[in-house]
């Protein structure tokens, strides 16, 4: 299929932190994301079994999404401040704040997996575990809106 | 928490109540005070549920050269001998002879969340008191005159397993490795036992082994052992299979080595003691953290056979502990209250009753206490000795500081007190496994 865009149209709002013109905010979000997904299944498992095994996973899920997903952060923001284009971007804005705001109740929801045993997750990790998939579910929104509409880390010359 | 009515102390006390809601610092609270937790009805506050739990452990400086402890008025104290590797128990043979159980954790407990990274970093800080070498062994020490100088000390019992409780039953002598009940022949006199260890009874040890030391007393017809076996968690968050036999004194049987649980839901015993009068068992007991600076208190208790002291389930009778499910109702229901509370987190590892007569008359027939210091409050509690005075097999009025200065002005720890025993001429032993010494505390001026 030709490429519709007319050669006259601005060039895609370029990715600052990239390797080989591949930008590094995409490959690492998938971990914090599956992390944080993962640690409301394994919260919901202990809820129904009392299994320490499953809280056991949630403490460990969070600590490797908080790793990951300050990397990812730091990708991100090299992005956002590094290009105007990108910060002109309403979706971008909402991305940011969004995923900020991911990243701290991840943390508290941490503290709060660090007690011992059923308290450790019931009931406020388990209720901190779930805001932080559905504040995900727009999070990602914003970012797909970035990617898949306004072409943002999408190279020029395709 | 306690309020105080005036309304500015108020705000601040909602302003640090919210903090400590929040817990995004150690704050300190108006707290009630720890002696209000002392004794049979002990105050007790509401729960509280941390994300930062308080961790305040005294960093340890050790002794430096002549500082002592403080000893109460009419004591005086003195190392017996120092440069040991963490003594953390003591045992006084028939002949005066001072057994001193040097002994470290297994080491064995695997890091199941990233919390335990932390904690393990944690703890590192109030353990190093300069004992990198060989430990797990116990040393023989002889004070033949009396002078409160060993002139013999000789390792008697070398390459041992943790080991903690010693009781001697005629020329057989039982050693409480963290994972078994090992007994040795003894002879009056003997500075070394060269002979292999016969193995009584297994213990509940590795890998998890959380509260590891294993407390050991003989019945007073010596046809039977009583064994303190530890929780293997603070609260069941390493899973309810894992506490299979533990949180109990186990009464095993010296010539088959067959045991049952004589009593249960106790969290880690320790101290395993004969009141003189009555000739009941007592021990003390640490109890669960992360609950608040002043929550559970610790205790000291006479304990019943067949009865049920409430860990996991509840604590001091039917004060539900809501970390742990499936809950037991039924169980919680049968939880008997402990005796006599020792104040929160003061962590008790030594009970001795006093039945010398060289110490002043006020401490005959009561019993010596060896609180080995806090972590888990933002005020430091313990990390001294105290006296409970008894009157009819009973505790009758306040614990009284005996020996204090183990931290300094500083709140460092110079010292940490686990272990106690009286010697045959009636004065105190006290292991210290931080300052690496055993202390005698005798009577002033002689």
């Given at each position: 299929m030709q490429d519709v865009i007319p050669v006259t149209a601005r060039a895609n709002p370029a990715s600052t932190a990239r390797i080989a013109s591949h930008p590094i905010h995409p490959m690492l979000v998938p971990f914090p994301i599956v992390c944080f997904v993962g640690t409301l299944v394994t919260d919901v498992a202990y809820w129904k079994t009392a299994e320490m095994m499953w809280a056991d996973f949630s403490a460990w899920l969070l600590f490797a999404g908080l790793v990951m997903g300050v990397l990812a952060a730091v990708a991100g923001l090299v992005d956002f401040l590094s290009n105007r284009l990108i910060r002109a971007l309403a979706p971008a804005w909402l991305h940011l704040a969004g995923n900020a705001v991911v990243l701290v109740l991840a943390f508290f929801n941490a503290l709060v997996h660090s007690r011992d045993a059923w308290t450790s997750v019931v009931p406020a990790g388990l209720v901190l575990s779930a805001l932080t998939v559905i504040l995900m579910l727009f999070t990602g929104w914003m970012g797909w809106a970035m990617v898949y509409r306004h072409r943002v880390g999408v190279g020029n010359d395709a | 928490m306690r309020r105080t009515p005036d309304s500015?102390?108020?705000?601040?006390?909602?302003?640090?109540?919210?903090?400590?809601m929040l817990c995004l610092t150690a704050c300190k609270e108006s707290a009630p005070d720890p002696k209000t937790q002392i004794g049979a009805k002990p105050d007790l506050p509401a729960q509280q549920q941390y994300l930062l739990p308080p961790m305040h452990v005294a960093s340890v400086v050790g002794w430096k050269s002549g500082e002592t402890p403080t000893v109460a008025n009419g004591l005086q104290i003195k190392a017996l001998v120092s440069r040991l590797q963490h003594p953390r128990s003591l045992y006084v043979l028939p002949n005066g002879d001072i057994l001193v159980v040097e002994s470290k954790a297994p080491g064995t407990e695997p890091i199941k969340r990233p919390k335990d990274f932390i904690m393990k970093w944690v703890e590192s800080w109030a353990t190093s008191g300069g004992d990198t070498g060989e430990s797990n062994r116990i040393t023989l020490l002889r004070d033949a005159?009396?002078?409160?100088?060993?002139?013999?000390k000789s390792v008697f019992l070398d390459h041992l397993n943790s080991p903690f409780g010693v009781a001697l039953v005629g020329n057989d002598l039982y050693v409480a490795n963290t994972d078994a009940i090992v007994r040795y022949p003894y002879n009056p006199g003997d500075t070394k036992i060269t002979a292999p260890g016969t193995t009584l009874t297994l213990l509940p040890g590795g890998p998890i082994d959380h509260h590891w030391t294993k407390s050991l007393v003989a019945s007073e017809d010596g046809s039977l052992l009583y064994v303190g076996v530890g929780s293997n968690s603070n609260i069941t968050e390493n899973g309810i299979e894992a506490e299979k036999d533990r949180a109990a004194i186990w009464e095993v049987d010296r010539a088959t080595g067959r045991w049952r649980i004589f009593a249960s839901g106790l969290r880690n015993p320790n101290g395993l003691s004969w009141e003189p009068q009555t000739h009941a068992l007592w021990a003390v007991i640490n109890e669960r953290d992360e609950l608040g600076p002043n929550l559970v208190p610790d205790y000291l208790t006479s304990v019943k056979d067949g009865a049920f002291y409430g860990w996991p389930y509840s604590y001091y009778g039917q004060n539900v502990d809501p970390r742990v499910q499936p809950q037991r109702p039924d169980l919680?229901?049968?939880?008997?209250a402990p005796d006599y509370a020792l104040s929160s987190h003061v962590a008790p590892l030594g009970l001795v009753f006093y039945t010398g007569t060289n110490l002043p008359a006020s401490y005959r027939g009561g019993a010596f206490v060896g609180e080995h210091g806090s972590w888990n409050r933002p005020e430091l509690n313990g990390y001294k000795v105290v006296f409970v005075p008894f009157a009819n097999g009973r505790p009758n009025g306040p614990a009284q500081d005996v020996v204090t200065g183990f931290l300094n002005p500083d709140e460092k720890s110079r010292g940490r007190p686990v272990g106690l025993a009286v010697d045959k001429s009636g004065n105190l032993l006290i292991a210290d496994d931080v300052g690496n010494t055993v202390?005698?505390?005798?009577?002033?001026?002689?």
């Open positions: - | 500015p102390r108020r705000s601040i006390c909602s302003v640090a109540g919210l903090a400590a005159d009396g002078d409160g100088v060993a002139e013999l919680v229901a049968k939880a008997i202390w005698r505390v005798s009577p002033a001026g002689r």
